[in-house]
């Protein structure tokens, strides 16, 4: 009789638990619908007081951790998953306990994802937030912008100097903070704390060079990366830190503190990493730009980062990768999937014409800030 009885109360307790999670999954979606309606409540109500709050109390708390809770967290996630996929196929009875699993899993995963982070995906565009307009360019301003961009960084590479990787993350910080107004991001900047990818060199084969966990709102950077690239990509991630969700928006927060920092080093690295990705345009961007008279030393620098890259590379991991960052992208709705990290080229050149940046003329820089 006690048998039965615990049994019925251990179906009644399962039941419950699944009506609970289908519930508030349900709720989840139909907030996330409101949400893809309502970009003026969200930027408000949660991007910038719930979201900003959440961030603060996940700090606080993984901050004090030297090493990364996320990379524990999906590990542990993966290997409880095998343990229990292998244990079920060896001994079917198990089955039910790994499907439970996988149910739980990925239902509050999904659920947890969304309130800790997701819901920045609807907040106002960055061309209405920061005021940069959002037009299409012809080829003749794009000629006026990659003018301006070679010149420019050809100047400043001569002003370039090496730091280590916690002076660059000083003068990212920093540059955070003096631009924290247009940029509209909370002052709670100097909590954020930079922890490397623990399987960096596996990362840096698969062409990863950071993330953000949000469930322990940490910013990762993999060790396996050039001086060259470190404060844009550390900008990069901290840009998601603060609830950017499109990856062409975090390159432009990445190169507007690296070029309106007050450190030439971090205006040089913002510069080369914007050529990175005019480059990557097309073949007749590239012949365009080329023909513009890059500085060799400049070069030097560009090849070196592809060689570092190169060094780790795995094609099979690279495939793997950019299928799955490639889902992601689109499961929160970024519909361009992994080319939209070069969206950046159209919001820095839209930036640079409307805020004359740049002599139509001649294509020299007027920046005065």
């Excluded at 930079?194 to 960096?200: D, F």
Aim: glycine fraction near 4%; charged fraction near 20%.
């Amino acid at each position: 009789m006690k048998t039965k009885f615990n049994n019925k109360l251990l179906k009644k307790k399962l039941s419950s638990s699944i009506f609970l999670t289908i519930l508030f999954f349900v709720i989840t979606i139909v907030l996330l619908k409101f949400a893809e309606r309502n970009s003026a409540i969200v930027e408000y109500y949660y991007s910038e007081h719930i979201y900003s709050y959440l961030t603060i109390g996940l700090t606080f708390f993984s901050g004090s951790i030297p090493f990364s809770l996320s990379d524990i967290f999906y590990f542990v996630i993966i290997v409880v998953g095998l343990i229990l996929f292998l244990r079920s196929f060896f001994r079917r009875k198990y089955f039910k306990t790994f499907l439970k699993y996988v149910f739980y899993t990925f239902f509050w995963f999904a659920i947890i994802f969304t309130w800790f982070f997701g819901f920045n995906r609807f907040r106002v565009p960055l061309s209405d937030r920061l005021k940069v307009a959002d037009k299409q360019i012809d080829s003749m301003q794009f000629k006026y912008v990659a003018n301006w961009l070679v010149k420019d960084v050809n100047n400043l590479n001569s002003l370039y100097v090496e730091y280590s990787d916690n002076d660059f993350q000083k003068h990212v910080i920093n540059s955070y903070i003096l631009n924290s107004a247009y940029l509209r991001v909370k002052k709670h900047i100097r909590l954020s704390k930079v922890k490397p990818i623990t399987l960096s060199k596996l990362f840096a084969g698969a062409g990863i060079a950071g993330y953000y966990g949000p469930f322990f709102s940490e910013v990762h950077l993999n060790s396996k990366l050039t001086k060259l690239e470190y404060p844009f990509d550390l900008a990069h991630e901290m840009a998601h830190k603060f609830g950017i969700v499109l990856e062409s928006e975090a390159n432009f927060y990445a190169w507007y503190v690296c070029y309106f920092s007050k450190d030439n080093s971090l205006k040089y690295i913002a510069q080369l990493n914007l050529l990175r990705y005019f480059l990557s345009q097309s073949n007749y961007f590239y012949s365009l730009i080329k023909d513009l008279g890059i500085k060799d030393e400049v070069l030097t620098d560009l090849h070196r980062i592809q060689l570092n890259w190169k060094k780790y590379r795995n094609e099979k991991h690279i495939q793997i990768s950019r299928s799955l960052n490639n889902s992601y992208l689109k499961a929160v709705k970024i519909e361009d999937g992994i080319r939209n990290y070069n969206g950046v080229v159209k919001y820095v050149m839209n930036y640079a014409i409307s805020h004359r940046l740049i002599d139509h003329q001649s294509g020299t820089n007027n920046n005065t800030k």
